[in-house]
């Protein structure tokens, strides 16, 4: 099936797909963007995605492109043009377009473009193994809680992480704290079993995954601690995972070389993402993309 496009009102074939020169997402970073996880055809937690977005783009000024109801009906038509099954919706929004100038442009409208892709679920092999994490100085601005499409300092740390066989590279902030991954949230668990990650403010993204797993564990009595953690306390704990709307939960397990804990996927991290999984898949055969489980405030709410 032919994949297609959502540009600024129009459906078009994915390969022809463009925006203008002058879009200011592309000279200026002047964008937001989404990413809703999609299994069996549902999207999941679609309204806190679309909270998020409402969220960065006020930060940023920028009038949303539709109205809300809209964007759904929009998002699904893409879905159900490409097919889309399991795998994930992007969404992104710019200024729009306008001469190149930094100040905001008087009469631009908001652009929007949507595609999809259709992914597969990760291994077995992989999520048996886990994966391995490096570390990095954390360099990027300090509005961190806005989902901006400005993500060098993130490509960047992700490209090393490759060029050094791991899976993903974790931020350090300038006291030695973990902020969180470049795509992806951080979490430990310690060895008296306590969940740790990392408070939601603007260092960090505050994503819908990482919430929806704060409500899932605090509503099977998981004891849990929002705030940060070293790089020395991550390495010696008894646990490690990461989260993400792409990732769901991902064990880790080894972290700069050195394996974490006894170097296997940890029981609670497997049980957390077994409960993340068929809390996923209930949204999906509910057709419900409000929460299941018990909410949990979205504190600076990416």
Known sequence: MPREAYVNGRYLPHRAAQVHIEDRGYQFADAVYEVVPVVHGALVDEDMHLDRLERSLDELRIAMPMSRQALEMTSRELMRRNGLTYGFLYMQVSRGVAPRDHKFPKQAR???????????????????????????????????????????????????????GAYEAWMIDAEGFVTEGTSTNAWIVTKDNRL????????????????????????????????????????EAREAFLTSSTNFVMPVTAIDGRSVGNGHPGLLTMKLRDSYVSYAMGLARSGDSAPAVPEVEARACR
Do not use: Y
Not at 129 to 150: L, M
């Open 110 to 164: 908001p652009a929007l473009v949507m595609t999809t892709r259709q992914t597969k679920p990760h291994s077995e092999e992989m999520l048996s193994k886990g994966v391995a994490v490096i570390t990095v100085p954390d360099i990027r601005w300090k509005r961190c809680d806005i989902k901006s499409i400005s993500l060098l300092p993130n490509v960047l740390a992700k490209q090393q992480a490759v060029d050094e």
């Open 196 to 235: 740790v990650t990392r408070s939601a403010n603007n260092a960090i993204l505050n994503g819908v995954t990482r919430l929806a797993l704060l409500a899932i564990a605090e509503s099977i009595g998981v004891e849990l601690e929002e705030r940060a953690f070293t790089l020395e306390e991550a390495l």
